[in-house]
């Protein structure tokens, strides 16, 4: 019996999942009741040891091993990023060294990223200056008996250098012995001010716990950088494919482990980890890769191997495909490819999977799409590699878009007798039912279904109201599954309308009500009621007599008619003064202290005297996602099978600004032996972020006194964990003594948010300290989604409540325009952050910035730039701004600090893009200075601003400005004292001064789009036809020139770059 009871006691108890640096338990999963335990850093989760700052001064850090943290004092001091050279060991090539780490190993943080910063490792340095090879093999293998996770970082960064470059990631995880690794020979990277009399490759090889592990590590020079391919898509596995198309292959690369580090042939400028992989296969069908299972940002490269007359073998780039979605509807995709490859006869094609991600590590799905190639030579179809599928015309469908059977209602074949409906459950694309399936009537039909029973698939049993012959729900008569399955319901069930009912277009019959009382879910009267002469919508009771019940209808309507009267004229008078706020279902509902103590975790049963359904709620959007602001909402039905107690449920919903679930009522009693009593859940999404699967809690109460069921309500409401105190422990004692039972368990959300704009915060890394700050705000560097991003937060520190709910719905406006405009030569808008107080808006990170930091000799990275390169920016802004003005939107702020560097090189596709444009009146409200006048910055603001005159001529007098500050290098105006200067110069038509070095095409641009007449102003579109004139004179003018270092931008793209990796790796996570 003692047996028994600890069983059933440990069946219902609820356990949460608790980290092991938890003390006290948890109140949810990974959230720790009592705080964490010593050497666990304190977040609530104890999930990670506690964190050391590697720039303070300490001497103790603090490692994971197994399910606890041990802290180490080996810690190597050092006063840069790389430790002194008595802590570096000199390792040569063609040489094996072999060393162990253990708990006396020296701590260290690395140079890559790693959460847990400092790690057990040994520290190396490989002297480069005699190395002409074009690359470096790196073996690493570790002893069989460990099971360590081992890591080996690389930089070419020198001692002198700001901090540690990133070169190449590999591991070697638990169960993996040996690697080898490909690493590029590259320049050495230095400090701006260094002697550059050094050129070493530095390694750190380190574990991520306390672990034992012995190490053999070879370096050997090679020539070439080609690497072995980790997949061979051969005819045998192509055929396999092609003979189920629902056959899936799922491909694991490992870039982290795996990952050739070099420039791809397709992207020679960026280095990336490839994996190489071979196809050879021939066919009339095509093969699918797709990535885009991850959502992570990765490319494809087809190439081919070229061999000279000398015999040296090169790569030569065929194809690549991008893993960015573009176009409109570009941030609801998922980052990936999706590579289609057709068959080739007798032919060997070479491909490279690529990331910029060192630990990328992603499963490509491979199958075969589109057999005979859709029969697309007869216009039947086209294949549509994206729908992983081909695309038929209409009467044409199939795998391969052949004629089909039936279409449209109508059959296409002469003899059908043995053919079943194409389309309908288990009927296949030539009409011929799956095999189990019997054909009747040409429907598909199971053996248990014809036997009164359901098989596996069946919705509904055979010939009930609304199921069709295969035990499936009349679909096209708008017929659907219920809940409860075993039956059909009508989707006009609910709708608060008396609807005729069709089934195969035929009247069936007519509601008895509609989600009224006594109304089932079928829109049926419970048994024991009709139709409710005064409520169509409900049913009453049919015991009562007809004469009574016409008694009673006579005697209602002219009651009826004297309340109605009464009711009218107090509804004018009430209704002047109250309106009902829809809005209501919007905001969060008051927070319920989840006590469960002395609880069971009980799901919905009649065991557990209470039932709810439905339990898994997907607000209407079972198989779509949820839009982002939309509200649903799902009806609930709550019976209590108490003989003689009463129940109260109180939902414990969720205090979290990225979505809204409300409940009405929040808090329901019901009296024993009533009616089961409609609740509904209400769900509004304010961002894009993961509800699957989420559980939204509840608590069920029993007791023979409502009175205490309500003063326990009472107690709980706008109490949580932290101010619950002795005191409300004392009175729930009291009267949990009048509680007979007491359970709790969870509703679980089974939809999902749909993709937008609207960013999730907790997805979006952000540095502490702001990149740049403005009039506008300040705008830091982050990640998306392992994508580089910049984040701008308004500054509206001054504004008042009302002032900030304005202007936060018109950049919210702001925000959805932008979302929709796609331009090379417009910065790309990724998404905004509008659910908390502090709006942010995100787009793409430039690692080259803005290109006023090139501009002024006073910034850190002036630099004089090649008259070619300024044309091409100015064309590059004029086609932006063409783009602009072309979709009625005014950019109110155009200059240097807001064109964003694309690149540095005249041949490139996009030197420019445009940012800001329309965000300048963002700040006016926040402008309490009535003298400074105007949107945008006062040098560069046409005369006619000042008087509040908006016109996208005044975008082109700010391009006039910006055009000569490109092309002087200096700043506008600096020799004036003040504003007022300026203001009073532009308004009375004088101009910046030029000299004889500018070329007159350029001159006469500028004079020509800073004229005080706006109608005398060139449109942009006139302006790109002259830049391109300009363009072709740019020849002419070399000797401007003169002073241009290519040395110097090279060096400032190799710094800049090494500055954003640099600040994302204090941001990313693992």
């Known amino acids: 019996m003692t047996l028994y009871t600890l069983f059933l006691f440990i069946y219902f108890c609820y356990s949460f999942e608790c980290s092991p640096g938890c003390i006290g ?22 999930l990670y040891c506690k964190w050391t700052d590697v720039t303070d001064d300490i001497n103790e850090a603090f490692i994971p091993n197994g399910t606890s943290c041990m802290k180490t004092t080996n810690i190597i001091v050092k006063s840069t990023w790389l430790p002194e050279q008595k802590d570096i060991e000199n390792i040569t090539t063609e040489k094996i060294v072999t060393f162990t780490i253990n708990e006396n190993s020296n701590a260290d943080s690395s140079f890559c990223y790693y959460r847990q910063k400092y790690r057990l490792g040994k520290w190396f340095r490989l002297d480069m200056k005699d190395i002409h090879t074009d690359a470096l093999s790196i073996s690493i293998t570790k002893n069989p008996e460990s099971s360590a996770f081992l890591s080996i970082d690389v930089t070419n960064s020198q001692r002198d250098a700001y901090t540690g470059n990133c070169l190449a990631h590999s591991s070697l995880n638990e169960t993996r012995f040996e690697a080898s690794m490909l690493v590029p020979v590259l320049n050495p990277i230095y400090s701006a001010d260094s002697k550059r009399d050094e050129n070493f490759y530095y390694i750190f090889v380190n574990v991520k716990e306390f672990k034992v592990v012995t190490v053999s590590l070879t370096i050997k020079t090679i020539n070439g950088k080609t690497g072995v391919s980790k997949f061979n898509l051969t005819q045998e596995v192509a055929d396999s494919l092609a003979k189920d198309l629902s056959k899936k292959m799922y491909v694991h690369f490992s870039l982290e482990q795996d990952g050739i580090i070099c420039y791809p042939v397709c992207i020679p400028n960026i280095i990336m980890k490839v994996i190489l992989f071979e196809v050879e296969f021939d066919g009339d069908y095509s093969i699918l890769i797709d990535t885009r299972g991850a959502d992570r940002v990765n490319y494809v490269q087809e190439f081919e191997y070229v061999v000279n007359g000398s015999g040296y073998k090169s790569s030569k780039c065929l194809n690549i495909w991008s893993g960015k979605p573009h176009g409109v509807f570009a941030d609801e995709e998922p980052n990936g490819v999706s590579v289609r490859i057709e068959g080739k006869a007798n032919t060997k094609r070479y491909f490279g999977l690529m990331s910029e991600e060192q630990r990328a590590n992603l499963n490509a799905e491979v199958r075969a799409i589109c ?28 795998d391969d878009c052949h004629k089909l059977c039936y279409y449209n209602g109508n059959w296409q074949v002469n003899d059908y007798s043995s053919l079943c409906y194409f389309n309908t459950s288990h009927c296949d694309q030539f009409c011929k039912c799956e095999p189990g399936y019997t054909l009747v009537n040409n429907y598909c039909v199971s053996n248990e279904c014809k036997n009164g029973n359901l098989g596996s698939g069946d919705e509904c049993i055979q010939n009930s109201e609304g199921c069709l012959t295969n035990c499936m729900c009349d679909s096209s008569s708008g017929w659907k599954m219920s809940k409860k399955k075993r039956k059909c319901v009508n989707v006009l069930c609910g709708n608060g309308i008396i609807d005729d009912l069709y089934m195969k277009g035929k009247f069936l019959r007519k509601e008895d009500c509609d989600n009224g009382t006594n109304c089932n879910s079928f829109c049926q009267c419970l048994d024991g009621h009709i139709p409710d002469p005064n409520d169509p919508m409900s049913c009453i009771n049919n015991n009562i007599s007809g004469g009574a019940i016409a008694g009673i209808v006579i005697g209602g309507t002219v009651g009826l008619i004297l309340i109605l009267i009464f009711f009218i004229v107090l509804l004018i008078f009430v209704l002047r003064y109250k309106k009902v706020d829809i809005n209501i279902y919007k905001i969060q509902q008051p927070t319920y202290y989840y006590y469960i103590r002395g609880s069971t975790n009980a799901p919905p049963s009649k065991t557990a005297r209470y039932m709810i359904d439905p339990i898994d709620l997907d607000y209407g959007n079972d198989t779509t996602a949820t839009a982002i602001m939309d509200t649903r909402f799902e009806r609930m039905e709550v019976n209590n099978y108490s003989r003689n107690k009463w129940l109260m449920i109180i939902f414990h919903t969720p205090n979290n600004p990225k979505y809204v679930f409300y409940f009405e009522p929040q808090v329901l009693f019901i009296r024993p032996h009533s009616t089961p009593k409609l609740l509904t859940s209400y769900m509004t999404l304010h961002c894009t972020t993961k509800i699957r699967d989420m559980k939204i809690p509840y608590t069920i109460w029993f007791s023979k006194s409502k009175s205490t069921l309500e003063s326990i309500a009472s107690l709980l409401k706008d109490k949580s964990f932290e101010t619950w105190t002795p005191e409300d422990q004392v009175q729930m004692d009291k009267l949990c003594k009048n509680v007979r039972r007491h359970c709790h368990y969870h509703i679980t959300i089974k939809t999902d948010a749909a993709s937008s704009t609207h960013i999730d915060m907790d997805e979006l890394n952000m540095s502490e300290k702001p990149i740049a700050e403005g009039a506008m705000g300040k705008v830091y560097i982050g990640s998306y989604r392992s994508v580089p991003v910049a984040v701008k937060q308004f500054r509206w520190e001054s504004l008042s409540d009302e002032e900030m709910t304005e202007l936060k719905q018109e950049v919210i406006a702001e925000c959805e325009i932008m979302s929709k405009l796609r331009n090379p030569f417009i910065a790309n808008y990724m998404g905004s952050v509008t659910y908390i107080p502090q709006v942010s808006m995100i787009i793409q990170f430039f690692v080259l910035g803005s290109l006023g930091e090139y501009l002024r000799k006073d910034k850190e990275d002036y630099v004089k730039l090649p008259y070619k390169l300024k044309v091409r920016m100015l064309f590059d802004t004029a086609r932006g701004m063409q783009f602009l003005h072309e979709n009625r939107i005014m950019h109110l702020d155009l200059k240097p600090d807001n064109l964003l560097v694309n690149s540095l090189y005249t041949d490139s596709a996009c030197c420019i893009k445009i940012t800001d444009f329309g965000t300048s009146r963002f700040t006016k409200k926040n402008n309490k200075n009535s003298e400074d006048k105007g949107l945008g910055t006062p040098i560069y603001a046409a005369p006619e601003t000042y008087h509040d005159e908006y016109t996208n001529a005044g975008d082109v007098y700010s391009y006039a400005i910006s055009a000569w500050e490109l092309f002087y290098q200096e700043e506008p105006y600096k020799e004036f004292k003040s504003l ?36 005398e102003r060139p449109s942009f579109e006139q302006i790109c036809k002259r830049l391109v004139k300009l363009d072709e004179d740019a020849i002419n003018h070399l000797e401007l020139d003169n002073d241009v270092s290519d040395g110097r931008i090279e060096e400032i793209i190799n710094n800049r770059t090494q500055r954003m990796q640099d600040q994302l790796n204090e ?3 693992d």
């Open 25 to 46: 338990g948890c109140e949810a999963d990974n959230t720790c009741r009592g705080g964490c335990s010593e050497n666990y850093f304190n977040d609530t989760s104890c």
């Open 371 to 398: 057999p005979k190639n859709c029969n697309s030579a007869s216009g039947n179809g086209n294949c549509l590699p994206q729908e992983k599928k081909c695309l038929c015309e209409n009467s044409f469908g199939g």
């Open 980 to 1015: 007022f200067e300026i203001k009073d110069y532009v308004e009375s038509g004088k101009r910046l001064g030029f000299d004889t070095s500018i070329p007159m095409l350029l001159k006469g641009l500028i004079q020509d789009c800073w004229k005080q007449n706006i109608g």
């Open 1067 to 1069: 941001i990313s996570h």
